[in-house]
Nanobody
Framework: QVQLVESGGGLVQAGGSLRLSCTASGRTSARRAMGWFRQAPGKEREFVGA????????LYSDFVKGRFTIARKTAENAVSLQMNSLKPEDTAVYYC??????????????????WGRGTQVTVSS
């Protein structure tokens, strides 16, 4: 099992920045990729971005390209999500997720076996 804990959420004005962090513990060798999803009130959970753990490859949804950046912190067993130029529509609960060994990064929520509890991000206009 892999346990994931997110941190770094909060309230920020439009145009501002936040950095989220997700720390993994447990059988972290079983993890192949880590990703971020978000869910706004009344909406379905959607893919934000992901990174393969063993290389530098990343994947982003179109609505965050150029604004959000995922970075691996291998020494800390963590992954960060740097969010710049935030918009009110970025307001959501952000979830960290990890796949099992052998499953590379993907936009599909069902491919991720492990999930954190989420952290709230609120962007005011």
């Amino acid at each position: 099992q892999v346990q994931l804990v997110e941190s770094g959420g909060g309230l920020v004005q439009a145009g501002g920045s936040l950095r989220l962090s997700c720390t993994a513990s447990g059988r972290t060798s079983a993890r192949r990729a880590m990703g971020w999803f978000r869910q706004a009130p009344g909406k379905e959970r959607e893919f934000v971005g992901a990174a393969n753990w063993n290389d530098d490859t990343t994947l982003y949804s179109d609505f965050v390209k150029g604004r959000f950046t995922i970075a691996r912190k291998t020494a800390e067993n963590a992954v960060s999500l740097q969010m710049n130029s935030l918009k009110p529509e970025d307001t959501a609960v952000y979830y960290c997720a990890a796949t099992q060994a052998g499953v590379i990064m993907t936009t599909m929520m069902t491919s991720y076996a492990y999930w954190g509890r989420g952290t709230q991000v609120t962007v005011s206009s």
